[in-house]
């Protein structure tokens, strides 16, 4: 594969939104610790994780996903095509349009939550108050949504010009916003965990605020325009409303998981969640991270006409993605129950607590590869300006997901749930994977598996390495923190080299070039 200059934008790109996710992911983990020692696993927690998963679920099928997919590749071409002037105007006729549909939607999610709260979380009722706190805070951080859908816009305007770190730093902001009202507010509420919800809202607040200043030092100062019949704002429309279909299927998954678990014992939500949200630790810092840096690059190559650069950046991506995922996916099975040993037990978070959630990790821990696989091969079709396949796909990876999961709960209970998404994660990749060749012809996938092929041996070495240094230690108990930590960042840092020395070896091509990239950032060898 050629070192082409749209290659080195990606890598770039990911390299700078990986870094500022990196930042973000880790007070993400602080505020989860934070989460788990003052609230535990039990009647405020799971109130807490099934009412943010609404306006969560919201946030990324109206911000991140749809609206993203869809802007990016209209507002590049308008960009390129025609010049700043009217790129600026396309800004202000969608942050117009915006502002007033997500007021709308804020407000009847605010009337209508005694009803959605009622429908996903169906099994809380039978415990008295569960329902009603849940509702209550499910209110309280609605308005959420309205300000992290106006970020998507300003983030994808940014993307398009290039800039990457703020909009991928500002998810901090939320993170400290939830950390400090959880530690200074608690003790002011008879409910206390009403704190972190009113930390989701004004982290949501300051999350949009920071963008802004960025925003116009490169030009770009909002104004009302109400022209909602401009052909760039109707293209975006037509793309985004098949989008909002598509990743509302996906995140309804989810929904669907905290459904099911809500008839489990108390608990299972909560477990889903802190599983959950290590799974996303690798998967947030780099997989988004890649998939936000590609679509403009594919983007500017549709519209260039560019078919042979297009599928070179796919495999390209898809290579990157597997030589990441691959090492990151087992060293979470092996490294789950010291990281929440470490990290989470204490205060309300006990050693069974700990155990569940690390099973439920090791469940989802093999659907890495397939998730980010499918993070990059969605844009692709967006970038070719086809948000429908993706909707059918994600429909019946739902159908999937609920129907596995209904099988699975009953023998296994959540860690069946945790299955049953990884089973849905992995349909879900083929079919995408399958159609796209049909749509391009070949993909050139049999590099992209060559490369997996030469990936595969350090990560079995380095699994050998990391399971024997974590032996050293008793992770049940508590206690020996320093040793353990020290035991564990052994075990990470030289789990990690051994994999990388393994890539050298078998020459993955997309590894020495990372490695360079490094090299130039932290000036070796000048």
């Excluded at 095509?81 to 502002?99: K, P």
């Excluded at 990441?324 to 996916?329: E, I």
Aim: aromatic share 14%; with cysteine.
């Amino acid at each position: 594969m050629g070192n082409t200059r749209e290659q080195k934008e990606i890598t770039r790109a990911t390299g700078v939104m990986g870094f500022a996710t990196s930042l973000s992911r880790v007070f993400g983990l602080v505020r989860d610790m934070v989460v788990a020692r003052m609230f535990g696993a039990g009647f405020g927690a799971d109130a807490f994780f099934m009412a943010f998963t609404i306006p969560n679920l919201l946030r990324r099928f109206f911000a991140e996903g749809s609206l993203t997919a869809a802007f990016v590749p209209t507002f590049s071409r308008v960009y390129l095509d025609q010049g700043e002037a009217e790129s600026r105007r396309v800004a202000n006729i969608c942050w117009t349009l915006l502002l007033l549909i997500m007021a709308a939607v804020t407000l009847c999610g605010i009337l209508a939550s005694p009803w959605i709260v009622r429908l996903i979380g169906y099994g809380f009722g039978a415990i008295p108050g569960k329902l009603a706190l849940t509702d209550f805070l499910n209110r309280l951080m609605f308005p959420y949504i309205f300000f992290v859908s106006l970020l998507a816009l300003v983030t994808g305007i940014l993307n398009v010009l290039g800039h990457y770190f703020w909009p991928s730093v500002s998810p901090v902001l939320l993170n400290l916003a939830m950390i400090l009202s959880a530690y200074f507010l608690a003790d002011y509420f008879q409910t206390p965990v009403v704190a972190l919800a009113i930390g989701v809202l004004v982290g949501g607040l300051l999350q949009l605020a920071i963008q802004i200043p960025v925003l116009r030092r490169y030009g770009y100062r909002f104004r009302f325009d109400f022209h909602f019949r401009h052909p760039a704002v109707r293209q975006v429309a037509r793309l985004m409303l098949p989008g909002i279909a598509g990743v509302a299927i996906y995140q309804i998954n989810i929904v669907v998981t905290r459904l099911l678990a809500s008839f489990l014992p108390e608990g299972s939500v909560s477990y889903l969640y802190f599983g959950q949200r290590l799974f996303e630790f690798p998967q947030g810092i780099f997989v988004v991270s890649l998939a936000q840096a590609v679509l403009p690059a594919m983007s500017r190559q549709v519209a260039l006409g560019d078919d042979v650069g297009f599928k070179d950046s796919l495999r390209y991506a898809l290579v990157l993605i597997a030589l990441v995922t691959l090492p990151a996916a087992v060293g979470l099975v092996l490294c789950a129950i010291p990281v929440y040993s470490l990290f989470f037990m204490h205060g309300a978070f006990n050693y069974e607590d700990v155990r569940q959630s690390a099973v439920v990790l090791a469940a989802y821990a093999p659907g890495l590869l397939f998730a980010g696989v499918s993070r990059v091969v969605v844009p692709s079709f967006y970038a070719m300006g086809d948000t429908r396949t993706p909707v059918w796909i994600s429909f019946w990876t739902l159908l999937v997901n609920a129907g596995l999961g209904v099988l699975l709960m009953q023998p296994y209970a959540h860690v069946g749930l945790a299955c049953a998404l990884t089973l849905a994660s992995i349909f879900n990749c083929s079919v995408l994977l399958f159609i796209l060749r049909q749509k391009l012809g070949s993909l050139g996938l049999k590099y992209v598996l060559g490369s997996m092929l030469r990936i595969l041996p350090g990560t079995l070495v380095m699994a050998g390495f990391v399971y024997e240094v974590l032996q050293h230690a008793s992770w049940g108990q508590a206690g020996s923190f320093w040793f353990k930590i020290a035991l564990l960042g052994f075990a990470v840092a030289g789990g990690g080299s051994i994999f990388a020395v393994g890539c050298v070896a078998m020459r993955v091509p997309e590894a020495a070039q990372a490695y360079s990239l490094l090299k130039r950032k932290l000036g070796w060898g000048t």
